[in-house]
Nanobody
């Protein structure tokens, strides 16, 4: 069982930056692929980024590639999402998720554990 708690969301102007953190409980964090997803009002939850267990491989949605960067610190049981050059369309609730089967997927259905989400609002 893994519990995930996101933090770092807030209100930022377009062009600004935020860093989200996701702290995980449990001793098996380093064995999970971690993902970031987001959901804007009235829209489906969408994939943002995923990072493999060691942090050596990452994948991103096309809409954030080159602006967002996922990283992890397995010693701290924490995964991060650095978000730069933010746009109003990045406004959403951001969720981190853990996949115990380490599939490195962009499909939310393949993630077992989810945080409660953190709100990111980008003003124009």
């Amino acid at each position: 069982q893994v519990q995930l708690v996101e933090s770092g969301g807030g209100l930022v102007q377009a062009g600004g930056s935020l860093r989200l953190s996701c702290a995980a409980s449990g001793r098996t964090f380093s064995s999970y692929t971690m993902g970031w997803f987001r959901q804007a009002p009235g829209k489906e939850r969408e994939f943002v980024a995923a990072i493999r267990q060691s942090g050596g491989s990452r994948r991103y949605a096309g809409s954030v590639k080159g602006r967002f960067a996922a990283s992890r610190d397995n010693a701290k049981n924490t995964v991060y999402l650095q978000m730069n050059s933010l746009k109003p369309e990045d406004t959403a609730v951001y969720y981190c998720a853990a996949d115990s089967l380490a599939r490195f997927s962009d499909d939310a259905a393949e993630y077992d554990y989810w945080g409660q989400g953190t709100q990111v609002t980008v003003s124009s």
